[in-house]
């Protein structure tokens, strides 16, 4: 189970550990994960705004944080003043695409799990186990709705409701 999983990580001090945690957390993608920087967020109303040109659909995602990331966030803060958040303290850049996967093998190599699968995981809980509104998950990913006429007809990203969403999450 996840919380279990979420549980277990959390006891690791490892900045790959502390992207892995914002990543479940935020239902992101690793390369929004690892390339976040702090300018990105606005902590006062935890919003996280990735920037169009780091987005797979090229368009500005808005990410509600919960107090858990946040938490991250200022711990990622007091450890360095890099521009990364989850930065390689050696190298000054962000941490390495397989970063995460690798934590995960090593300390968890009974697992059949993947970085990406977190994403899933979240999806089937919001439809499982929630029964949320699926264009609001569908929000939450940043993926795009399935037709141009959807699209033009919905002209909200659902932002506000998402909040509740990822709280739920977070708790979950």
């Known amino acids: 189970k996840i919380n279990n999983f979420y549980q277990d990580i959390s006891h690791n001090d ?3 550990v502390y992207a892995l945690r914002f990543l479940i957390l935020t239902a992101a993608r690793t390369k929004e994960v690892i390339e976040a920087e702090f300018d990105e967020f606005d902590l006062e109303d935890a919003i996280w705004r990735i920037p169009g040109h780091k987005m797979k ?27 990364f958040v989850f930065t390689n303290i050696m190298t000054e850049k962000h941490i390495s695409n397989g970063a995460m ?56 990203d659902l932002f506000d409701k998402r909040i509740e969403l990822m709280r739920d999450w977070e708790r979950f």
């Open 14 to 16: 490892l900045i790959s």
């Open 57 to 83: 659909a090229k368009k500005e995602h808005k990410i509600p944080l919960s107090k858990e990331a946040i938490k991250i966030l200022k711990t990622m803060r007091r450890k360095h003043n890099y521009k």
């Open 101 to 156: 996967l690798v934590f995960i093998k090593k300390n968890f190599p009974d697992l059949k799990i993947t970085v990406h699968g977190f994403r899933s995981t979240f999806r089937t809980w919001s439809s499982e186990i929630r029964s949320y509104d699926q264009n609001m998950v569908e929000f939450a990913l940043a993926h795009q709705l399935p037709s141009r006429t959807q699209a033009a007809y919905m002209r909200t």
